[in-house]
């Protein structure tokens, strides 16, 4: 009867755009310097770089340009690799990057960018890393919105908290009028949802071979003045984190 009622009231509260939901509006350098900030940029010259999770390759493009010595693209789907390769040469950067599925030597340094609120298993994804780094190599990260973030839902923000007050059943019932995957949990939808907050990166981290050497939640700028370490899961923009490999 409840999931019943919430998806009728998700149906009044639409149209909205659903082919673009989730859809980060930057890409490439402007979305490194949005994400990362200078104190995680100022890493990346001379380094070894895995761009963990590339996509289509624009931020492994930037990284290159940034003065990175290497970059190795990494992600599952071969059409973006594809893709990916086709920026770098359109670039002029071909001769710094490479774009596969699994690495072929060591990196100094692994980016991740827009992921961590989506790995289906973050904690095996650190372990992976870590077998990915060189002996005091380094993780940069840099995700959000978090799950308690007003739009941390990403597709089911059909308003603020949305995804808090309507249950993941009704959420589900509604998208699934304009998607056919068949997914019937949050984990499930293209891309997938994790429901990451800042606590649980913290108690994931905690618990991976990496040590948590910085972190920076970034306030939501018209809640900044509220934005403290208790109200941060729900006043926070974006999470950005340093994470070392010991020697």
């Not at 989506?118 to 940069?140: C, Q, T, W, Y």
Request: proline share 5%.
């Amino acid at each position: 009867m409840l999931t019943a009622l919430q998806y009728r009231i998700l149906k009044r509260l639409g149209p909205r755009d659903t082919e673009s939901a989730g859809e980060s509006a930057v890409v490439g350098e402007r979305k490194l310097e949005r994400l990362l900030g200078d104190w995680l940029l100022s890493e990346i010259p001379g380094k070894r770089v895995i761009d963990f999770g590339c996509g289509g390759g624009s931020e492994a493009v930037a990284l290159a340009q940034r003065g990175a010595a290497f970059v190795t693209g990494l992600d599952i789907r071969p059409h973006l690799l594809e893709i990916a390769a086709e920026k770098a040469r359109a670039a002029g950067v071909a001769g710094l990057c490479r774009f596969c599925e699994k690495p072929s030597e060591p990196a100094d340094l692994i980016v991740s960018i827009d992921s961590f609120e989506h790995f289906e298993d973050p904690s095996e994804i650190l372990k992976v890393m870590h077998e990915m780094l060189a002996p005091g190599g380094k993780v940069i990260v840099s995700f959000g919105p978090t799950w308690y973030h007003p739009y941390g839902g990403h597709l089911f923000s059909v308003r603020p908290w949305a995804h808090l007050v309507f249950s993941e059943e009704a959420l589900i019932r509604w998208r699934s009028d304009f998607k056919t995957d068949g997914a019937t949990r949050f984990c499930e939808v293209e891309g997938g949802l994790n429901q990451m907050t800042i606590g649980r990166f913290e108690r994931l981290v905690a618990r991976s071979p990496f040590r948590l050497d910085r972190l920076e939640a970034v306030p939501i700028r018209r809640l900044a003045r509220l934005h403290n370490r208790m109200t941060r899961e729900f006043c926070t923009a974006v999470v950005r984190a340093r994470l070392l490999k010991p020697a």
